[in-house]
């Protein structure tokens, strides 16, 4: 396979991966949603939840989006006895989530109220994006031998519903950990294959939750050291295959499955992959770099990859098929600190 890892590595630095001031700016946003919600329960004379980041903010695998339209996970915890009403009543499901879109509202600066939505509230912003609110209550009881138990329970539809989508996070976490030296591949596939799947504007409602495209590629990652490209190429190859198999993706600490049999989202998916592959069905026979980069620049729709510096003869070892070397690698970094991730 004609090498285009460097140009790879440059496109998700670039193209596809938070840079530092947006990683920053979503940090903000889910911190100025935090105190709305806060300073609505406070004005409405109710208790305060511990509030927990959750999906692709929490993983660290959100990628860029033209349009803004980035979804915020962030989990709102109660305590079973703050989720009372004045006569000391339990609060049902649907009151719980009404309690938090009232809290929201309380700011009057937004053009959109608060919705409620089946799993969570969701405050939509002018800029494109929106913050998703999960409601969850926090039940303790005492196991057999004495020790405390917490429970968490999600406000789904008008059910508490045994969840915590923090385990999706340990998960993957986990996951990464696994894959050790490659877990900052995988990582960067994560990216890639989610930023392919919503890279046309009509296919972002088509291809799937993040979570669905997130297992798809944990399940059948492949690693390649040093080749992104090679890695991303293999590891689609592996997902259109089981695809072609069954649509069925189980959930990775849940008994309801991603997708069932039948599933649009993920036949949809399978499909675009089969697409992508064809495409780039070129590097099967021998291919100039020009066809290469071309063959990804359509894959992913852009230019970036024909845009790329052509490497001087010296560079390029005096051939045209050998590898390009870029003076200037994005680092895949945390927006924590200076660590790396995987």
Known sequence: MFDCHNEMDSFHGKKV?????????????????????????????????DHHSQGS??????????ECEYDIDDGAYFKEKDLND?????????????RVRAALAMDGRLASEAEIHNNCVRQLY?????????VYRTRVSKDEAGGRTETYELASGDEWTVSDAREVTRWFKRKVSD???????FRKAVRLTKFYARSRHDWKEKTGSGILITCLVCDDFVPVQDRDDQSLRETWVKVLARLRRSLVVAHPVGDTPLAGPDDEKAAYLRDRLAEALATLGI??????????????????????FSGQPTP???????????????AETIGDKRDDGDGRYG
């Open 17 to 49: 991966t938070l840079t530092t001031p947006e990683r920053d700016e979503m940090r903000a946003r889910r911190n100025n949603g935090r105190i709305r919600l806060n300073n609505g329960l406070d004005k409405n004379g109710h208790p305060q939840p």
């Open 283 to 304: 590097f099967d026979g021998d291919p100039t770099r020009v066809e290469a980069r071309a063959a990804w620049d359509e894959v992913f729709d852009t230019n970036f």
């Open 126 to 134: 002018p800029q494109g994006y929106h913050i998703d609110i999960p």
């Open 179 to 185: 894959f050790g030296v490659d877990g900052r591949q």
């Open 57 to 66: 903010y929490a993983m660290h695998t959100m990628v860029q989006d033209i």
């Open 312 to 326: 001087s003869s010296r560079e390029d070892g005096g051939g045209s098929k050998s590898r390009f070397v870029v």
């Open 86 to 98: 004045a006569q000391g009543v339990a609060l049902t499901p649907s009151e719980a989530k009404e």
